[in-house]
């Protein structure tokens, strides 16, 4: 293309290519990113060239954002700006933006002095043209999107692509080189910027916190990340708290505390606070730059006094690293007033200033002025570069925070060196013959994940690793706490790869933070609660969605989740501890990124665990038990299961060869798949003629048509599986509705008939809870009678007995507090030709305990 | 019933039975609840009987907490205790409950002093057995569940219901007296206890904070809830932060830190920390009870201090209000150690400390001793009431926290007076003939809603209600702020009707509060950010589920929703803030809760929102646009289709009176209505006759069938209006699967085509998001073509025509930034007999200024 940059020797931008950049990013891997990590400096307050350069960037990374919101053409004012110039629809934040500019112009200076590796992560994503404006001054922009080069025609193009149709978004992006944060949904920068710190140790991570999103719960509790954070082992993140004292519509909380207050919550926070304030009341900001270039050389003094100690085995308790609380006015050096009202440090400035540029000659004059003030001409060439005594402020390759590998991940990323999970498996002589915690078996297998991939694999979960049953971790590692620690304490060690917090936010935030940065992980959670981080989900899935289309965007691990202590096992916690929709809600997102999985015990979890943990770009949901759970599949029958997604479990059913079923009985879960089961033997003994297949889904996503999801199964094998014309008694773990609205498509899909999560259920023991929202054994028995052709009249008598039964049942646990012997102590093994006529003669039995 | 209790005059609980509460509600209302509000008194050191007292509750209320969670039988351990005295399952929480119920007998102390209206709010919901403890000596409990008397029959049911089928849940739950707060998610007792206190001058919430629970993002945001409150106006919040110091398996941040460090953070919080700690090391309870009745008379005494000096007037900046932490051992008073384990101030106290009491008889021996430390021959007499010693520690009637109005918000309800919305429509000459915003016409209204009821209705907000256009409501009341106000400041003020914090949490949460203490109010946030709140919508819904069923329980006013911005029109923000999938998630919950509204224009928001207003224990979802839109219906039409909740729109159609349409064109949402309505004029135009109906659908679960929600329509009323054979092309606002869903059961489901928003859209026009989602006109006319049958040839012309408009349109918008004016100065009135044809030949036109 004709208008791409021309990098020069004198661009130092230009000297290491993001795309090309497998070269410093193994440097990374390899910890020698830094040839000099952690150097101590005395303070320098900037000297008159250096206090002019950070100062142009700037001016110039100000005037490139104001450029992008209002610009059509003419980008260089090289001619009077007329209303043509200027687009018709105005759209974008100027208000934080000035703020992210100043902070990235002197995090440059500090990368280039001390070669320090850096992520910037902006909090007010919203401020995206500041983004694109300092990567395009970097070079990096016009190195990943050549069209837009470093000259007029490349800065028109940046301009008008702005929030345009067909352009790049308003906010942060996946688009924004440098952003693993996207512009949106706030509350969410510190626990990213911690979760890439994690195993990062020499990796510095500048977070701006705006102060519209430290009212956000998300945030407010994220300060405490530093708890969590290991001196040695980690890298550092340095919060930058910027007041600029508005909302869209409000002062912000923090900017009107008394100062002391403000002062005492950041050291109530466990850090030291370091105030920079400055420009209001039209203060020259060169005097704002030396305060800040001093505080950031202080605090990058005291950063490296800490990492000094951690290194040494010196620090004792928690670190109390530095944070920075920057005050400057909002929407800093735009017109004081417009029409008379004043605009620049309110409200105002939040969005676009200036909203009637075009409306009139003395608007678009005000508009022309405020460009002008930042003196394009002295900052950008005859070409529409920016000048060299401006680029010389941009670090070298990729210490640029635009084009660090740290905001790619995938150029980071190590594949897992994952143990045989079969090695893990269970043995399973027949089906049901034995019972295991799935979980607890995947804990063990886990363990030596972690040993195998000591430095890019944690788990992170609210303070419920244990009670999910994965504990069988600890045998390699510990849970991660940099807080007090006391001997009676256990399994709490300064590093660790267990990250617990009761925090969802925070879980969800760190782990996504981690993978942008191209590391491993899992969370583990309740599965009702999983729902506290809808709408972070949704956010990931968006940011996977786009980074697809993104060339120079590489591939990072999936984001594992792991519900268990599901809805059906709440018998400690009952109805408010019971959701299953979070599966609804991911099903909503875009079919490319999201997989749910239902193993049945614990072969199957394991084998879909192996499978979800060598995947990238996706969102993977699995929801598995852990109280012990019969065990119905053989490693080998698992994998082969699981490979498939779904399929007939021939041993299950009582369907003849070359013949249709006369009912399939299928079911998507761990509990489902029991009653189904039992389901099945009890029509084996009292119908057995009746040809029942019994299928499982492991794969919900199978259901889907092919044309609707990647994993959907193609309509003649679901026909064959389903059958196109006999009933489908289906037993599902979520809310009915989502396996119609998967099956929708299918030709048989008026005969299935759902049974699930009904939204009933108060009750403590397992079958209780099944028969309240009707999933129960005898239930699907009655349905199979109901919708069989003939057979309501034939079985009317064994109809009746299951509703006879399911009363005993339900009276049994009313009066007793567990449940009834007989489904109790049910097993597939015995009751498949043994039979299941004990059920009238064991109801009465006293004892046996199932707690 | 036999073993109903028998109320003495010597029992004070008697006094008041809460059923018949009505005048001392109505005390409560008219403002008289305290006669001596907020008094002040010197600190008074617990006397010996008095501290005995105190204690003696204490004791009795963990007796019957753990008797709760242990026994089937013998309650009063007459015998001694057996196996088969204890339950088979062993569930619920211990941990919390002794701490929570020694905050109760003090608050008790405190509350019998002063004559203090005073609500509890336990964070620590699990800890439901010491709930019901409390109630039940309180006399509360007996009251309102006659079988439960205070007896030794009555007792045993106590215990035996507590988490055992067909009982009571183990967490705080609708069914415990005194509690508008339920265990189960944790983070936000803090804001609900803020909710409870706006517009309750003369109530004291006490709110324990688990320090679990100020883990949570949401927790840690509602601190700040202090700059809200308005010291003359509402009531006082008093925090206490419970330090037991650990959660499910680990330690808890705040217990962890130092001592200084969480001072700093109260401070920093804005409150003045006081700390009670003790009964560590077999320290004696009467030390702590001692520090405790020191610490709340102090408490006290500031807090009537601050409130002397709101009412003259004389307070300065933001109260600085009291705050209590309280450090006590988890689990306290149970076994030191069980089978050589330390369980006391531990972890391992945080469920069932003595899992395997069934076990041996050694740990049934374990239990028996533990239960007998509290010595209950001394607390409860021969036939098992407690002992008047005990129960004058309860205050009278509606004073004891178990029996407060305040927390069956429906006895203090008020219903709104409501200004006609009829006087507040827009004239409509003709359908579409006018725009206007919807929500700006709403605010209007709300501004009289607010003058009509100034102190028993509010909007909270994100910092969103100006952008959401309601800014209509700053004609009469300001939004409530009581940190530092500015002159530059606009509608701030120490009291207003208006809250607004950028928390979507503290919203919810604040108006949870508020609603279930007996007011009225809405949440108006931007759509896709309603995610945030997702599980806490979920929990609201499971409380409202269940109150429904128990007598006591009265009606509350109904949470409403206002989701504007909506996913349509994100011109400024783009991809990152759109998901219409709260609709999805709420529609998951129960039939009878949950009611989903989409008003299509000025008038139907009107009525919708009267309607709303009026109901009561429902969440009303309502999705409404705030850009300037079409005007369909005048007011009276507005208010007939919107009590059809759907219906054909015959102006808008070509069908033949008496026969058939060829097609439906149905829509739900303004800008599929909008869409809808302009596919509807191209086909009179192009296809005059082909019998086209235009169906709008305003209440969305009109769609479902009658049987499965009660505002299903019946299914002929359906056939009738959908056709049972004929194609439905349906626009619909969100993901396209829901009308799938609703419309499952219908006869002619299968006739449905729809189209709706598809997680597609970085743009910043209006209609290239639609068409990026293929959601618009041009696509809905070829959906027309391809399903009438015998049309596609017919009308392949105009099929190619459709094709190229839209890819006019695309590269219109493309080239420009704005809509190409055929689409963005389209209306029906002109369209309507005047044509469409003008299409080509202004695609070309310059200006058209729709921004």
Excluded at 432 to 448: E, N
Excluded at 462 to 487: C, F, H, M
Aim: net charge negative; hydrophobic share 35%; aromatic share 8%.
């Amino acid at each position: 293309m004709t208008d791409q940059a021309t990098p020069t020797a004198e661009t130092p931008a230009a000297a290491a290519p993001i795309i090309a950049g497998e070269t410093l990013a193994a440097e990374a891997l390899a910890g020698a990113w830094n040839p000099t990590p952690w150097p101590t400096r005395a303070p320098e307050p900037l000297e008159g060239e250096e206090l002019q350069r950070v100062n142009a960037w700037w001016r110039a990374a100000n005037y490139l954002s104001i450029g992008q919101i209002y610009l059509l053409d003419n980008p260089l004012l090289k001619e009077p700006l007329s209303r043509n110039d200027i687009k018709p629809r105005l759209l974008g934040h100027w208000g934080t933006t000035p703020g992210l500019n100043f902070i990235y112009a002197h995090l440059n200076r500090i990368i280039q002095q001390r070669e320090q590796a850096t992520l910037y992560v902006t909090g007010p994503g919203h401020g995206g043209p500041g983004m694109v404006a300092n990567a395009y001054l970097d070079g990096t922009y016009s190195e990943v999107y050549s069209p837009i080069g470093q000259n007029e025609e490349g800065m028109k193009r940046l301009f008008r692509q702005f929030s345009f149709p067909g352009g790049i978004p308003s906010h942060d992006s996946p688009e924004t080189p440098g952003s693993i944060h996207e512009g949106g949904e706030l509350g969410y920068s510190l626990s990213h910027a911690y979760g890439a710190a994690f195993d990062n140790p020499n990796l510095l991570v500048a977070c701006v916190i705006g102060d519209g999103e430290a009212e956000t719960g998300p945030l407010a509790t994220s300060w405490h990340s530093n708890k969590f954070l290991d001196a040695a082992q980690d890298g550092v993140v340095l919060p930058i708290l910027h007041l600029n004292g508005y909302k869209i519509a409000n002062p912000t909380v923090l900017a009107r505390i008394p100062e002391d207050e403000l002062l005492d919550l950041m050291r109530g926070y466990g850090h030291n606070p370091h105030i920079v304030s400055g420009g209001f009341d039209d203060e020259d900001p060169l005097l704002v730059h030396q305060r800040m270039a001093e505080t950031l050389d202080e605090v990058l003094n005291e950063i490296a006094e800490i990492k000094r100690q951690a290194a040494a085995g010196t620090l004792e308790g928690t670190a109390r690293w530095p944070m920075i609380i920057l005050r400057t006015p909002k929407g800093w050096t735009c017109p004081k007033e417009i029409d008379g009202l004043p605009v620049e440090n309110t409200w105002r400035a939040h969005q676009v200033p200036l909203a009637n540029a075009r409306d009139t000659e003395a608007h678009t004059r005000i508009l022309e002025d405020w460009l002008k003030k930042y003196k394009p001409e002295e900052l950008f060439d005859e070409n529409g570069a920016p000048i060299e005594f401006i680029t010389q402020l941009a670090p070298r390759g990729e210490l640029r925070m635009s084009a660090t590998p740290f905001a790619n991940g995938g150029l980071l990323r190590r594949e897992l060196d994952l143990p045989d999970f079969r090695d893990y498996g269970v043995e399973v002589a027949s089906p049901g013959a034995s019972d295991d915690s799935a979980t607890k078996v995947l804990g063990d297998w886990l363990a030596d994940v972690i040993t195998q991939n000591p430095d890019n694999f944690r788990i992170f979960g609210p303070d419920e690793t244990a009670s999910n049953r994965l504990q069988g971790v600890y045998k390699s590692t510990e849970k991660q706490w940099n807080s007090a620690i006391w001997p009676i304490d256990e399994h709490l060690a300064r590093a660790g790869r267990v990250m617990e917090v009761l925090s969802e936010h925070q879980c969800e935030g760190w782990l996504e933070g981690y993978l942008l940065t191209g590391r491993h992980g899992i969370f583990n959670c309740y599965e009702a609660f999983i729902h506290i981080i809808d709408s972070m989900a949704n956010q990931h899935a968006k940011w996977l969605k786009v980074s697809r289309t993104i060339p120079w965007r590489r591939s990072i691990s999936s984001l594992n989740y792991l519900l268990s202590s599901h809805v059906w096992r709440q018998d400690h916690n009952g109805f408010s501890h019971q959701d299953p929709g979070f599966i609804d809600h991911m099903v909503n997102k875009k079919a490319d990124v999201v997989r749910v999985y239902l193993p049945v015990d614990a072969n199957t979890l394991l084998s879909t665990y192996d499978h979800c943990l060598r995947s990238v770009d996706y969102i993977n949901v699995v929801v598995a038990g852990k109280q012990p759970a019969p065990n119905w599949l053989t490693m080998q029958e698992a994998v082969a299961h699981c490979t498939r997604g779904l399929g007939i479990w021939p041993w299950a059913g009582t369907e003849v060869q070359g013949e249709e079923p006369d009912v399939v009985l299928a079911c998507a879960g761990d509990v489902p798949a029991l009653e189904t089961l039992a389901a099945a033997a009890l029509l084996r003994e009292h119908l057995p003629n009746l040809k029942v297949r019994v299928v499982n889904v492991i794969d919900l996503m199978r259901l889907e048509s092919a044309t609707e999801h990647p994993h959907g199964l193609a309509d003649d094998e679901f026909d064959t599986i389903f059958t196109t014309t006999k009933p489908v008694v289906f037993a599902y773990h979520g809310y009915p509705s989502l396996i119609h609205r998967l099956t929708y498509r299918r030709t048989g899909h008026n005969n299935l008939h759902v049974r699930g999560y009904k939204e009933e259920g108060t009750t403590t023991t397992p079958f209780d809870m099944v028969m309240l929202n009707d999933l129960d054994r005898y239930h699907l028995v009655m349905d199979v009678i109901d919708r069989v052709p003939g057979l309501a009249i034939v079985a009317a008598g064994l109809r009746q007995e299951m509703q006879d039964a399911r009363m005993r049942a339900r009276a049994y646990t009313r009066e007793r507090g567990e449940d009834i012997p007989v489904v109790a102590n049910w097993s597939w093994s015995r009751s498949n030709g043994v039979g299941v006529s004990q059920e009238s003669s064991t109801a009465d039995d006293t004892g046996g305990d199932n707690s």
